[in-house]
């Protein structure tokens, strides 16, 4: 896939304004602050839209989590998922998140951050996280850094099986790819791989570690570069093509090129 210079351009300027967007927010959703003591056995279900901030907030207890979901991308104007959303929960509200393991459905991010903090970290929610409005005013703030994307729908062909993407929630890198899915209305199942340990500090593979970088032992990162032999994200998995990729330009190009209308 070539990438020409104008595009190259407007993906470094996303990167930027998603990188100004984690600093807002204080990089909140980039570090794993206590994994989850359960993890749910059938996978969470997310419908949200990637510019929405209330969104946001629970994506970043996601990642702070370790917890992955099934996400459903509902952008203005989408027809995929939101009548789902609708017939599910009897408004067309963001968040939305439905879990089939405890058959709860939940609007209201402060609500269903409380309940992964309760029914999966099996402790109270943070008081820095009990902030809500203080959150939602910097992240109204962060989305306003993305100018509008992941906000409205582009025309798409829905993939048949739903592709993986490996994440974590403040990574400027990720953003754009989360954009674009959002904007296709592409599902995929998100894993996220927050930060575990200080040597997981740095960014395009890059460490903070002094010598050899060793991920945490049972960690997911470990898991990951068992996988793919680099501890590097955005990482994405297609299965109706077999196409496995890093570099968030380079999968942007790809999802556009191959699910884009």
């Known amino acids: 896939m070539r990438i020409d210079g104008r595009k190259n351009m407007n993906h470094l300027l996303k990167v930027a304004m998603a990188t100004a967007a984690s600093t807002l927010r204080g990089w909140q959703g980039m570090v794993v602050t206590e994994p989850a003591v359960v993890q749910p056995e059938k996978p969470l279900k997310l419908f ?7 969104c946001r907030l629970v994506r970043e207890t996601l990642t702070e989590l370790a917890l992955d979901a099934d996400i459903y991308p509902c952008p203005k104007g989408g027809e995929r998922f939101r009548p789902e959303v609708l017939e599910l929960g009897g408004k067309a509200q963001f968040p939305f998140l439905v879990d089939d393991n405890t058959g709860m459905k939940l609007y209201e991010s402060a609500d269903i951050i409380e309940y992964l903090y309760t029914t999966y970290a099996k402790r109270a929610v943070p008081l820095r996280v009990k902030a809500a409005l ?7 703030a962060n989305s306003a850094l993305g100018l509008g994307a992941g906000t409205k729908v582009r025309a798409s062909t829905k993939p ?6 490996y994440s974590f929630e403040a990574s400027p890198f990720c953003r754009p790819v989360r954009e674009t899915l959002c904007e296709l209305e592409i599902p ?3 894993v996220n791989l927050g930060k575990e340990q200080f040597a997981d500090m740095g960014v395009n593979g890059v460490h903070a570690a002094v010598g050899e970088y060793n991920p ?6 470990e898991q990951f570069m068992a996988k793919t032999n680099k501890m590097m ?3 994405l998995e297609d299965p109706n093509t077999g196409k496995a990729m890093f570099e968030s330009k380079a999968i942007v190009q790809y999802l556009l090129e191959t699910y884009g209308g």
């Open 48 to 54: 949200e839209f990637e510019s929405c901030p209330y």
């Open 134 to 140: 203080p959150q939602a005013v910097s992240s109204l």
């Open 160 to 165: 048949e099986q739903m592709l993986t993407l």
């Open 188 to 190: 995929y199942h998100l």
């Open 216 to 221: 945490v032992k049972g960690g997911k990162r």
């Open 233 to 235: 994200v955005p990482y």
